[in-house]
């Protein structure tokens, strides 16, 4: 069963406009992660942010959890051509077996 | 060069035969997980190893089998594929089951006829 589930599942925006990207999830959890994956390649770690942190920034992007609506957004600022890629985010549960549960995934498209 | 390698790359294959899928790792990290990436299904476990020896099923394992022998290596088996099990594979460690991030492998295209 699928814990994490992104939104939109796409989405399309112009060279320079910021993507927000939201994923929700079921159960309670240890930490989120958002991945990246480039169209016919394996995924690339991006971010992670723990149960107790609120936001974590790194570079263009900023991650906001929120525990009690079981929410996370992915927010990539002044967006390039190369961000486009699909994104998942992917949880580890707690009590759980250690293993990441990954979302469905959302295809962003930066057009140049 | 450091990472996780996987072959082959893509490859086709008559329903009923046997199928291996290799992935190697040079991190020396104890963890690995095979992941089957299918359109709007997104990614899910089949099997999993949380260290030299030992294995685990992850959410979709049936039809498939694995083995770690040792640290590096986490051959995927199809004993007899089906059509179903047509999907781009992808391989993943990390450093050890309670650290946080994996790393992928390029993936293996499978097709299944």
């Known amino acids: 069963s699928q814990q994490g589930e992104e939104d939109p599942q796409a989405l399309s925006i112009q060279e320079g406009e910021n993507a927000t990207m939201n994923c929700s999830y079921k159960t309670s959890i240890n930490n989120l992660q958002w991945y990246r994956q480039n169209s016919g390649r394996g995924l690339v770690h991006l971010i992670l942010i723990r149960s107790n942190e609120r936001e974590k920034h790194s570079g263009r992007l900023r991650v906001t959890l929120d525990t009690s609506k079981k929410s996370s957004s992915l927010l990539i600022t002044a967006s390039r051509a190369a961000d486009t890629a699909s994104y998942f985010c992917a949880t580890d549960s707690k009590g759980g077996s250690e293993k990441l549960v990954f979302g469905k995934g959302m295809k962003l498209t930066v057009n140049p | 060069i450091a990472g996780i390698t996987q072959a082959p790359t893509s490859q086709i294959l008559a329903a009923g035969r046997r199928m291996t899928l290799r992935c190697t790792q040079d991190?020396?990290?104890?963890?690995m997980y095979w992941y089957r990436q299918d359109l709007g299904l997104g990614l899910r476990l089949i099997h999993y190893s949380n260290t030299a020896g030992t294995t685990g099923k992850g959410e979709v394992p049936d039809g498939y089998s694995v083995s770690r022998a040792n640290t590096d290596d986490f051959p995927l088996t199809l004993a007899s594929a089906v059509p179903s099990q047509t999907s781009v594979y992808f391989c993943?460690?990390?450093?050890?089951?309670?650290?946080?991030?994996?790393?992928f492998g390029p993936g293996t295209r499978l097709t299944v006829l």
């Open positions: 991190m020396r990290h104890n963890a």
């Open positions: 993943a460690s990390k450093d050890s089951p309670s650290t946080d991030t994996q790393y």
